[in-house]
């Protein structure tokens, strides 16, 4: 057992006070900070808006004193800020006053660098260059990968499809892309909540709340561990979120779907799982069980490292605890994204909840619904035609969610099925596969555009980069937020342009329709188009404006089994989709891709609660933050360290088959001997980024491309092996 002696009330001060440290000015800020604001003097207003830290896109209230950013909180009313923000909350705001933002429109020479060009220039030459491309090798050639916020969900989608391309895609092949397919085939949705206020007992597989912070989580699980509910946290690191757990299970990594077998095995043979759910709500259950025979916990010892005894009383206790029990959804975590077997992993989480009878129960697992805009009458938004051709990549990952494989449109460029790609607050170069293949693949397209607001090692390397404004000086689309109550965001410009030649998202492919041809569709503007998806709700766009979120609930949440939106509407243990992609069509184990040798180490990775990848770090107070307290280091186990002759605080070399680099060395019990840790947020090689530049080390650097995840086209982030060393002085 882990004991936490750390109370909710103190972790909530501490959270505040990594928050003031990011907001208050004493880190050298020197654009944004009070005495700034103060100087400025004049009318103070407040406005309703969105965060755009990470993609939570909590609800926050904005401060202006003449027109100045003074202050951030967060709405009380947001479920997913309930009146806080976090660190990096506050810290990116810091982004509008950066002196190293994106300022005009930028176009590639022939020597290789960057000259500034008027907007009409850059709509001009581009739209010339996307017309050649669809006139030579059709509009399938074209492809766009986009981070979704509000309005890129509804522009990036719109501009693709008029152009006549199905090639969408999201950034989710490097973050959760395995976790929403493999949740998709077996309980019909992409993602659900545990019921925290009743749950007695509850599992985290390598997510960590305490470090990917989203206020309102750590809230709940602050409360459910105060209330007295057993929190379990597998990973091979002891994360931050352990200040709330009980129990610590340090795995190896890449072999959690070893130890979720094993408890559905000793659920199964020792007849503690919920007969009257799993015969009137699931489907393939006999052909589950039968190959659950062979998942024993002491098979599954060898492979994990869990001490047999240790699985099967925590299976026991998730059956005691059950139906008010349940494994986590998590996000990116251990299986967004990291392995081979990534998605039967998160089939196999499902598996564990269906076992338990803990979906739609009291204290169980919840799949809760989203509200959405209704069919807008207005001919202006009526949709493109749908494209002709498939999206690519959906035949050769069949298993692949809504999202799209990224990694299939790079594996399109590299073989020249895709000849131009866009990219909207997108660092695919830097964050999503190899470094060395990405740049690779530019190297082969006819056209590359960035669409951003810092200069990002994708920027770098594109043809045109079209300068974004940052979140605080535009309005976007609506925001549609689902959960137990059901609610629509905006969020709404704070502060004015500081750049007259930046421009919203939704300005910058009108302006690119436009100059493709298609402009016909993008006839009207986001103010517009936001109340038009508001009438259809019955929502006044004043009263949102003024309240920054309103309740649209229009049904009160009951508990009770739910009904599953899948082809059978019922629970799948076998699914079709992924055999016809390849798979086992029942939940099964399946072996990581890489495992070390000799002296190498697992290397696997992480976030902080002060960053979201590397959109965060060129933020000066985030990047002081890190910089003060070493935040870039390397985790290694006591253990590993002292086998190698290294103390806490020394430079090392960490090395792989594809990279080699240099960083200092946290030595720490926090971690699982033969396992090393990076933050992933760190590594950057934009010199336009000076705070970020060549600071710390990045993992994707160091894993090899192998292509997607068979059957889903994730990146497999962590199936890679390292060799650690010291570097002697």
């Not at 020792?270 to 002491?298: C, I, M, S, W």
């Not at 798979?583 to 290397?603: A, K, S, T």
């Not at 006591?638 to 002759?645: L, N, T, V």
Request: contains cysteine; glycine residues 8%.
């Amino acid at each position: 057992m882990f004991d936490s002696t750390v109370s909710r009330r103190t972790f909530l001060k501490g959270s505040a006070a990594a928050a003031s440290v990011a907001a208050a000015g004493s880190l050298s800020l020197s654009a944004w900070s009070a005495d700034r604001a103060h100087a400025a003097g004049g009318e103070r207003n407040v406005t309703p808006s969105l965060c755009n830290g990470c993609s939570s896109k909590c609800g926050l209230t904005a401060t202006t004193l003449g027109g100045t950013l003074f202050t951030l909180n967060g709405i009380e009313q947001h479920p997913y800020s309930k009146g806080k923000l976090c660190a990096r909350g506050h810290g990116f705001a810091q982004m509008a006053y950066n002196d190293e933002r994106v300022t005009q429109p930028l176009r590639r020479t022939e020597n290789g660098e960057f000259e500034p060009i008027d907007w009409d220039t850059a709509f001009r030459e581009i739209g010339e260059k996307v017309k050649a491309i669809v006139a030579a090798s059709g509009p399938e050639s074209l492809a766009l990968i986009h981070d979704p916020r509000p309005s890129g969900k509804y522009y990036t989608k719109r501009f693709m499809n008029a152009l006549g391309s199905a090639n969408v895609y999201t950034h989710a092949a490097a973050c959760n892309l395995s976790k929403e397919a493999g949740l998709t085939e077996t309980i019909g949705a992409s993602n659900y909540s545990v019921d925290f206020g009743s749950c007695k007992m509850v599992m985290f597989i390598g997510r960590s709340y305490g470090d990917g912070i989203r206020p309102s989580h750590a809230m709940s699980l602050a409360d459910a561990a105060e209330a007295g509910t057993r929190v379990v946290i597998v990973d091979p690191r002891l994360s931050n979120a352990g200040i709330f757990a009980s129990d610590w299970v340090p795995v190896n990594p890449g072999t959690d779907l070893a130890l979720l077998m094993a408890i559905c095995n000793v659920l199964i043979e020792e007849d503690l799982y919920n007969r009257d759910f799993v015969e009137q709500h699931t489907v393939g259950f006999e052909e589950f069980a039968a190959q659950a025979k062979e998942y024993t916990p002491e098979w599954a010892e060898k492979i994990c490292d869990v001490p047999a005894d240790r699985i099967r009383e925590l299976a026991r206790a998730l059956a005691k605890a059950a139906p008010a029990a349940a494994v986590e959804a998590s996000w990116r975590a251990a299986f967004g994204c990291a392995y081979r077997n990534s998605f039967d992993t998160a089939r196999a989480v499902t598996a564990v909840n269906a076992l338990l009878g803990s979906w739609g129960a009291k204290g169980g697992a919840l799949i809760t619904s989203s509200p959405k805009a209704g069919k807008i009458a207005d001919e202006r938004f009526a949709e493109p035609p749908k494209p002709e051709a498939k999206r690519v990549g959906d035949k050769e990952y069949g298993a692949v969610s809504g999202s799209g494989s990224n990694i299939a449109a790079l594996e399109a460029a590299l073989d020249g099925r895709i000849k131009g790609m866009f990219f909207y607050n997108s660092n695919a170069a830097k964050g999503y596969a190899q470094p060395k293949v990405w740049s690779e693949a530019f190297e082969k397209l006819d056209l590359v555009v960035a669409i951003d607001v810092q200069m990002s090692e994708t920027a770098m390397q594109a043809d045109y980069v079209l300068p974004e404004c940052t979140y605080l000086e535009r309005m976007e689309a609506p925001d549609y937020i689902g959960g137990k109550k059901q609610f629509v965001a905006l969020r709404d410009q704070v502060i004015d342009r500081l750049h007259p030649e930046t421009k919203p998202c939704d300005e910058i492919f009108t302006g690119l329709a436009q100059a493709c041809g298609v402009g016909r569709y993008f006839d009207f503007t986001v103010e517009e188009l936001a109340k038009a998806e508001l009438d259809t709700l019955g929502v006044s766009f004043d009263e949102l404006k003024e309240k920054g979120i309103v309740d649209v609930t229009s049904k009160k949440f009951e508990y009770g089994v739910p009904k599953f939106k899948t082809p059978t509407e019922k629970y799948q243990f076998v699914s079709e989709k992924a055999g016809n992609a390849g798979l086992n069509p029942v939940i099964g184990y399946v072996e990581r891709l890489v495992m070390p040798q000799g002296d190498e180490l697992h290397f696997i990775g992480g976030k902080q609660s002060i960053h979201s990848h590397t959109m965060t770090q060129n933020v000066e107070s985030l990047n002081a933050i890190s910089r003060e307290y070493n935040l870039e280091r390397v985790w290694m186990s006591a253990k590993d360290a002292a086998d190698r002759g290294i103390a806490d605080g020394d430079m090392v070399e960490v090395a792989s088959s594809e990279h080699t680099g240099r960083v200092r060395a946290k030595v720490t019990e926090r971690l699982k001997p033969g396992v090393l840790y990076l933050p992933t947020h760190y590594g950057g090689t934009s010199p336009y980024q000076t705070r970020a530049y060549e600071y710390g080390i990045s993992m994707t650097e160091f894993v090899p491309f192998h292509g997607g995840e068979p059957g889903v086209g994730s990146t497999m982030s962590q199936e890679v092996a390292v060799t650690v060393k010291k570097v002697e002085a």
